[in-house]
C-alpha cells in the first residue's frame, strides 16, 4: 500500500524529512478496523513528533492522527462496524498514523462519520473535537448542554483547530465566548464559530478585556503558550475560576498564589491518554465523536476545514507540516485522495 513514512526526524524542509513509501497492507487484531483512509488532516502532534533529534527508525514511522475513511475489515472484538461504515477517528500515537492508502485503529477509539460531511470535512474534526470535548465537559466542571449560562470563556487562538470546535462547543452550551486572534482573516474565522467577542492576542488582554467591561472570566483555554500567558491567566481568572492547557510548558510554572489564593482549577487535556495508557473508559472517545456527528449533522457544530491539498502524498505533507509551523493557519489543513 501507498504511505508517506519518516526514517530519520529532519527539518520540513529536507525533501527525505517526509518520503513515499510502499508497505504492507495491514491485518485487524480483534478490536481493530482496518480502515481505507479517504482524506486525512495535519495538527501539531504530527510536527512535534516529526521534530529534528538524531533517532534513526529501523522501519519507516507513519504519522498522521485524524482520518475519515471506509471499513475494509473488522476484527472479532470490534463491535457495531461492518465493511463499507464510513468512519472517522484520531487514532492512538502509540502505532502506525493515518498516512496511509490503509490504517488499524481501535473500534472504541472510532464512530460512524457525519452523513453530512464529505471525507475531507470529517477527517478535520476528530483529534481537535475529543480534545476541546474532553477539555471543556471532562476535565473541566462544565456541562455540555447548558454548562455556560451565564459564565464567560476566554479562548486563547481560537482560529486554530481546537480552539475553532471549543468555541462552538462553549457558545452551544452557554458560555459568552471571548476568542482572541490577531488578523482580520482569523478575527472573522473566530467570530463565524460563534465567538461573540475577539481580542488582540498580540496586545496585553486586561485593558480588552475591561473595555468589554469584564474585570474577570469563569474559564480559559490557553490553546497556545502555557508559558507566555502563565501569569496574565492568574490576575484574569475569576476566584474559583479554571484554566484548560494543552501544551507543554517550557518551564517551571509557579502553581501557588495567585492560583492557590483563588482556588483555581488547572486542567491539563491529552487526547491520546486514554488510548495511550488503554484506560478502561477508551471507548469514550468513540461515544463523543458520535456526539459531535449527530451535532453536526442537526446543524449545531459546523465544519473547521479551512485548506485542502490533494493528493495525500510527501510533497504535500511536508507543504502542509510546513504551514502548521508557520503558527499561521486557520482551521484545519486537510488532504485529500491517493
Known sequence: MKAVALTRYLPIDDPESLVDVELPKPAPGAHDLLVRVEAVSVNPVDT?????????????????????????AAGSEAQGF??????????????????????????????????SLDFADAAALPLVAITA?????QRMPFDSERGGVGKSLLVIAGAGG??????QLAHRA???????????????WCRAMGAQHVVDHREPLAPQLAALGLTHVDAALNLADTDRYWDALSELLAPQGHVGLIVEPKGALRIGDPYKAKCIGIHWEFMFA??????????EQGRILARVAQLVD??????????????????????AH?????????????????
Open 48 to 72: 512535534k513528533i516529526r521534530a529534528p533529534r538524531p533517532q534513526v527508525e529501523a522501519q519507516p514511522k507513519v504519522l498522521g492522527y485524524d482520518a475519515a475513511g471506509v471499513v475494509e
Open 82 to 115: 461492518e465493511p463499507g461504515d464510513r468512519v472517522y477517528y484520531a487514532g492512538d500515537v502509540t502505532r502506525a498514523g493515518s498516512n496511509a492508502e490503509y490504517q488499524l485503529v481501535d473500534a472504541r477509539l472510532a464512530a460512524a462519520m457525519p452523513r
Open 133 to 137: 470535548w474532553e477539555l471543556l465537559f
Open 162 to 167: 481546537v480552539g475553532s470546535i471549543a468555541t
Open 174 to 188: 452557554g458560555f459568552d465566548v471571548i476568542a482572541t486572534a490577531s488578523r482580520p482573516e482569523s478575527t472573522d
Open 274 to 283: 486514554r488510548p495511550r495508557f488503554r484506560t478502561p473508559d477508551m471507548a
Open 298 to 319: 442537526a446543524g449545531e457544530l459546523k465544519g473547521i476545514r479551512h485548506d485542502t491539498l490533494s493528493p495525500i502524498s510527501a510533497a504535500n505533507l511536508r507543504e
Open 322 to 338: 510546513r504551514r502548521l509551523e508557520s503558527g499561521s493557519g486557520i482551521g484545519k489543513l486537510v488532504l485529500g485522495g491517493w
